[in-house]
């Protein structure tokens, strides 16, 4: 019961002001965000797949906010679950099988356990941004695509809004 109070959390917490500590300290003391200041903060336009900042980045979990460019291939992650919600655009989506695929948009929670094959083969309206929150804390490394031949997370096509 413990990862839906964590998700409580970060979603109130959303709402109000951003610290001054740097976003990815490993802290676990009480920090606010501006989450659609933050949104708004990432780029117009990427040459990758998609551009996150995080707000926090401890053991126990890890949250950000990140803006999709490109379709995301199938993958899945080993260490995590992982809740999305959607702070603006629209898009496709799919869970465990392609023919699970539906639309979803602002104000909607996307939801699955560690190793879940997911999704987001059509951007529908732009800017597409989630805020994330990973539990446990996901290691950027920690993407693996079911086809081999669509690279590693290594190669991919990701980057902190940090390093633009």
């Excluded at 917490?13 to 989450?35: H, I, M, Q, W």
């Excluded at 059509?122 to 805020?131: C, H, R, T, Y």
Aim: proline residues 8%; hydrophobic residues 35%.
């Amino acid at each position: 019961m413990r990862a839906p109070t964590l998700l409580a959390f970060a979603l109130c917490v959303g709402a109000l002001t951003v610290c001054d500590a740097s976003p990815r300290e490993a802290t676990n003391r009480p920090r606010r965000f501006k989450v659609n200041e933050i949104a708004a903060s990432l780029p117009d336009s990427s040459d990758k797949v998609l551009v996150d900042q995080y707000m926090t980045d401890t053991v126990a979990a890890s949250s950000r906010v990140f803006r999709v460019f490109k379709p995301l291939l199938p993958h899945h992650h080993t260490q995590c679950d992982e809740y999305l919600y959607v702070l603006s655009g629209r898009g496709t989506f799919w869970m465990e099988d392609p023919k699970n695929q539906t639309d979803f948009g602002p104000g909607e929670l996307l939801y699955f356990s560690k190793n879940t094959v997911h999704s987001l083969p059509d951007i529908l309206e732009s800017p597409v941004v989630f805020m994330s929150l990973d539990i446990p804390r996901r290691d950027p490394e920690d993407m693996h695509f079911e086809d081999p031949e669509h690279g590693s997370a290594a190669s991919w096509g990701h980057a902190n809004s940090d390093e633009l």
